[in-house]
């Protein structure tokens, strides 16, 4: 008698543990890669966590990415921070989020010795040059990523058009146009509009669907993720005390308007209240470090920015840079480079610490709410908004980049800088324009367009034509 014979579906053996040491050197695969911004380095993490290790699937990935695109700060630093927490409690979170910051941490505080102490000389000032140009071709490539996949619907288009409108022309402070497209979205969503719900953070990595069920962590809630009071209380008063007695320290021995005080207030303000993403920060950054504080001009913010995007690590990291120029500008009794080394290294600190306050104290309650439909709606506005702040910043670097001046324009409410035509560096817009068809013309990637542009800067100097 003949049997037939009935395939069955494959198993899918799920990984075995890991241990911190093993995952230790995952992160740091993972932070010496991360170039080229959130949205690249996003797609590192879910390269190796979700596609190659299979540390986590994809639904959780993204219910981690959505609750930090939602937070203040640098949503790659801390989807790593969530990632490495779910996997080995706060140990491992604090690991994934150090390692995630330590090289960029070391190559911006080197190119901001170099910058000080070689950045007037002929070819140096050149590359930069060059870079800028490049930065600019980035930022605009993150208008367009984002904005593709945030403004699916008509409301979110109004909502960035509208956001934009509000920052360029009537200067209405980033945090409040975020905060309140956050309950826009948060509202319709709770009424049971769809209006906000096709949009959301940067993407996953288009293939086949990685089931949370055949992870690592699987789909299992872990037990760290169910805090007593006591135990979320303790976390709250430790990683405040971490973040702001050193501050409150500066302002109480040095006075509140010392450099190193007013670096540390100012910091700590900005990890609080910006929402959006790295781009969204640096809009918020530039107007006041450039505008209010006088830290550094409109050209060394673009500096900075290159030197971001050049280096491995968050693109947030340019804090570090600008926290560097104030402080060394105003040194006091202290040696200019040791005041830089110092106000960087304050400035990184008051920004990434809280990062680890919000995944810490943040993370055991969003581990049970994932498919939340009111969260998602805040998610998407927020991206939402954040493509007319990161286009208003694209905006901003244009004009100071190609224009040699502005003049400021006023009109009752409405004030914004306005472009002098005849500025205008003839030399600047060639490079741009090229940056610009590499990016979307030749889909060249970050790396080789600063690269090109930087080399192409240096050559315009040896040809001399430009300073």
Same mark, same amino acid.
Not at 93 to 111: D, E, H, Q, R, Y
Not at 197 to 219: N, P, R, Y
Not at 249 to 278: C, E, K, Q, Y
């Given at each position: 008698?003949?049997? %037939?014979?009935?395939?069955?579906?494959?198993?899918?053996?799920?990984?075995?543990? =890991?241990?911190?040491?093993?995952?230790?050197?995952?992160?740091?695969?993972? &932070?010496?890669?991360?170039?080229?911004?959130?949205?690249?380095?996003?797609?590192?993490?879910?390269?190796?966590?979700?596609?190659?290790?299979? #540390?986590?699937?994809?639904?959780? +990935?993204?219910?981690? !990415?959505?609750?930090?695109?939602?937070?203040?700060?640098?949503?790659?630093?801390?989807?790593?921070?969530?990632?490495?927490?779910?996997?080995?409690?706060?140990?491992?979170? %604090?690991?994934?989020? =150090?390692?995630?910051?330590?090289?960029?941490? @070391?190559?911006?505080?080197?190119?901001?010795? @170099?910058?000080?102490?070689?950045?007037?000389?002929?070819?140096?000032?050149?590359?930069?040059?060059?870079?800028? /140009?490049?930065?600019?071709?980035?930022?605009?490539?993150?208008?367009?990523? %984002?904005?593709?996949?945030?403004?699916?619907?008509?409301?979110?288009?109004?909502?960035?058009?509208?956001?934009?409108?509000?920052?360029?022309?009537?200067?209405?402070?980033?945090?409040?146009?975020? !905060?309140?497209?956050?309950?826009?979205?948060?509202?319709?969503?709770?009424?049971?509009?769809?209006?906000?719900?096709?949009?959301?953070?940067?993407?996953?990595?288009?293939?086949?669907?990685? /089931?949370?069920?055949?992870?690592?962590?699987?789909?299992?809630?872990?037990?760290?993720?169910?805090?007593?009071?006591?135990?979320?209380?303790?976390?709250?008063?430790?990683?405040?005390?971490?973040?702001?007695?050193?501050?409150?320290?500066?302002?109480?021995? *040095?006075?509140?308007?010392?450099?190193?005080?007013?670096?540390? $207030?100012?910091?700590?303000?900005?990890? &609080?209240?910006?929402?959006?993403?790295?781009?969204?920060?640096?809009?918020?950054?530039?107007?006041?470090?450039?505008?209010?504080?006088?830290?550094?001009?409109?050209?060394?913010?673009?500096?900075?920015?290159?030197?971001?995007?050049?280096?491995?690590?968050?693109? @947030?990291?340019?804090?570090?840079?600008?926290?560097?120029?104030?402080?060394?500008?105003?040194?006091?009794?202290?040696?200019?480079?040791?005041?830089?080394?110092?106000?960087?290294?304050?400035?990184?600190?008051?920004?990434?610490?809280?990062?680890?306050?919000?995944?810490?104290?943040?993370?055991? +309650?969003?581990?049970?709410?994932?498919?939340?439909?009111?969260?998602?709606? &805040?998610?998407?506005?927020?991206?939402?908004?954040?493509?007319?702040?990161?286009?208003?910043?694209?905006?901003?670097?244009?004009?100071?980049? *190609?224009?040699?001046?502005?003049?400021?324009?006023? /009109?009752?409410?409405?004030?914004?800088?306005?472009?002098?035509?005849?500025?205008?560096?003839? #030399?600047?817009?060639?490079?741009?324009?090229?940056?610009?068809?590499?990016? +979307?013309?030749?889909?060249?990637?970050?790396?080789? $367009? !600063?690269?090109?542009?930087?080399?192409?800067?240096?050559?315009?100097?040896?040809?001399?034509? %430009?300073?």
């Amino acid at each position: 008698m003949s049997t %037939i014979a009935v395939d069955t579906p494959a198993t899918v053996l799920r990984p075995q543990p =890991v241990t911190l040491g093993q995952a230790f050197w995952v992160w740091l695969r993972i &932070a010496m890669l991360s170039f080229g911004g959130p949205a690249g380095q996003i797609a590192v993490m879910h390269r190796i966590l979700v596609e190659e290790k299979r #540390w986590i699937g994809e639904h959780r +990935f993204l219910h981690a !990415l959505n609750y930090c695109m939602l937070l203040p700060g640098p949503e790659a630093q801390q989807l790593a921070t969530y990632i490495g927490w779910l996997m080995h409690r706060t140990r491992g979170g %604090i690991v994934a989020g =150090v390692l995630f910051v330590l090289p960029g941490m @070391i190559s911006i505080m080197a190119l901001s010795w @170099i910058y000080v102490l070689y950045g007037r000389v002929g070819i140096v000032s050149a590359l930069f040059f060059g870079l800028k /140009a490049a930065v600019l071709a980035v930022v605009l490539q993150a208008v367009v990523r %984002i904005g593709g996949r945030a403004l699916k619907t008509t409301a979110s288009r109004l909502l960035a058009a509208s956001a934009f409108i509000l920052i360029f022309f009537l200067s209405v402070p980033f945090p409040i146009i975020v !905060l309140a497209a956050g309950l826009v979205g948060w509202w319709a969503s709770r009424a049971g509009s769809s209006a906000f719900q096709d949009g959301g953070g940067h993407g996953a990595a288009k293939g086949a669907i990685v /089931a949370d069920a055949d992870t690592l962590l699987g789909e299992e809630l872990p037990a760290h993720a169910r805090p007593g009071w006591r135990e979320t209380l303790r976390t709250a008063v430790l990683w405040l005390a971490l973040w702001l007695l050193p501050v409150l320290a500066l302002v109480v021995a *040095l006075g509140p308007d010392n450099v190193f005080s007013r670096i540390g $207030t100012f910091f700590s303000t900005m990890a &609080a209240v910006t929402f959006g993403g790295a781009y969204a920060v640096l809009a918020y950054v530039a107007q006041q470090a450039v505008e209010n504080y006088g830290w550094l001009s409109p050209s060394e913010m673009l500096d900075g920015l290159g030197m971001a995007e050049t280096t491995p690590g968050p693109l @947030i990291m340019v804090l570090q840079f600008v926290g560097f120029l104030g402080a060394y500008r105003d040194a006091g009794g202290l040696d200019p480079l040791w005041a830089g080394t110092l106000g960087g290294l304050l400035a990184t600190w008051v920004t990434f610490t809280p990062c680890f306050l919000w995944i810490f104290l943040g993370a055991p +309650f969003i581990e049970r709410l994932r498919g939340n439909a009111a969260v998602s709606g &805040a998610l998407s506005a927020i991206t939402a908004a954040v493509v007319g702040v990161v286009l208003n910043l694209a905006v901003w670097f244009a004009l100071h980049t *190609l224009f040699r001046a502005t003049v400021p324009v006023a /009109a009752g409410p409405i004030r914004f800088d306005a472009p002098v035509p005849a500025s205008i560096d003839p #030399w600047a817009l060639a490079l741009a324009v090229a940056a610009v068809a590499a990016v +979307f013309g030749l889909r060249a990637g970050v790396i080789t $367009t !600063l690269l090109a542009t930087s080399a192409a800067g240096i050559a315009l100097h040896l040809l001399g034509l %430009i300073g």
